[in-house]
């Protein structure tokens, strides 16, 4: 069986997502296109690289996560430094290092832009913030006069897990349909978490149709659950609060949408507490992380059917029933 793919983003918590792919492929279940956000674009990337679960789960196991946050020495000083950073660049850490890590493990695949994979097999999810816009790359590459094929899949990706405050926003310069730049002061666009606007886009694949057995093909979604509830953010101070604010906002949106229409079609995966930017994830953790995706997926999939996602898919998400996610009080979804 085939699927599409649709990765939630959650900070280091995308570790279990690994686990559900692994529950999938046990099935027999290939992946045809692949979308996420945040953390849930680094996986979506590597599957659609070629990577394995078991792959996967090699790299995260022995993946040092706290390297990721790297800044120079005077940006370091107590209270100043962070503080100072970000006044001056807007984010507590570059994101170079974790674009870099990226970059790597898609050329040991042969990969580096989207033009090295098949066209539509991967979107990932971002959002720019100087128009107030989602995008999804490399779709809406050519708004910013760049071409798409060229672009390298690893700064998509640094781009949709930019989580604001945390990590600097990536800066593109627009350029105009004649290919000229715009005037310097106007002409820099900038690029955050793509979990900002949309953080698990079941929408990317709405009613494809395999055209060479005319059926439907199945979207299924692989959520992060369990957004730390119980455990309040202890605040002291500006970071810290902004940190909490990032968090809060990274978590809370889609959960309506989610949970109202596509029950049927979402791979419920625990976190088991750990929290979107606690980077410093023990080994011991990231293995459990895995195994509670490896679980929920093995779950899932051990009751799903084709038939009944296809029963499910038309009464719910058919067009133009877009606003079943406000069901009357007392429906079942």
């Known amino acids: 069986m085939e699927i599409n793919a649709v990765f939630e983003g959650g900070g280091v918590r995308g570790i279990a997502l690994a686990g559900a792919i692994h529950a999938a492929e046990q099935e027999g279940i290939t992946f045809h296109r692949v979308a996420g956000t945040s953390s849930g674009a680094i996986v979506a990337s590597l599957v659609a690289a070629g990577y394995t679960a078991e792959e996967m789960k090699d790299i ?6 706290s390297s990721f946050l790297k800044r120079a020495s005077i940006f370091n000083i107590k209270w100043i430094g962070p503080a100072m950073r970000l006044l001056l660049r807007k984010g507590l850490y570059s994101g170079d290092a974790l674009e870099y890590w990226i970059d790597e493990l898609l050329r040991k695949k042969g990969v580096r832009t989207f033009g090295d994979i098949g066209k539509d097999r991967l979107r990932i999810i971002a959002s720019d913030i100087t128009n107030g816009r989602i995008v999804v790359l490399p779709d809406d590459l050519h708004q910013y006069g760049i071409q798409s094929k060229h ?3 690893s700064k998509a990706v640094r781009m949709s897990t930019s989580i604001p405050y945390f990590f600097d926003p990536v800066m ?3 350029q105009l349909k ?3 730049k715009k005037p310097f002061r106007k002409s820099f666009t900038y690029i955050v978490d793509g979990g900002l606007l949309s953080n698990f886009p079941l929408w990317l694949f709405e009613d494809e149709t395999d055209p060479r057995t005319k059926r439907m093909v199945p979207t299924i979604g692989f959520q992060l659950v369990g957004k730390n509830e119980g455990q309040p953010h202890s605040i002291h101070g500006l970071i810290s609060m902004l940190q909490a604010m990032v968090e809060t906002m990274l978590s809370a ?5 989610i949970e109202q229409r596509n029950r049927f079609r979402t791979i419920k995966i625990p976190t088991l507490g750990v929290g979107v930017t606690q980077f410093d994830v023990s080994e011991e953790m990231s293995l459990a992380l895995y195994q509670s995706g490896e679980a929920a997926g093995q ?16 009464q719910y998400t058919t067009k133009p ?7 009357k ?3 079942d979804h």
């Not at 779950?299 to 038309?314: G, L, R, S």
């Open 151 to 153: 672009f390298p899949i």
């Open 60 to 65: 995260i196991l022995t993946m040092p996560f």
């Open 299 to 314: 779950a899932f999939f051990d009751q799903w059917t084709y038939t009944q996602y296809e029963h499910m898919f038309k």
């Open 172 to 174: 593109m310069r627009e």
């Open 178 to 180: 004649s290919g000229r």
């Open 321 to 327: 029933n877009i606003h079943v996610q406000f069901s």
């Open 329 to 331: 009080k007392g429906e």
């Open 253 to 257: 949106h889609d959960e309506r949408y």
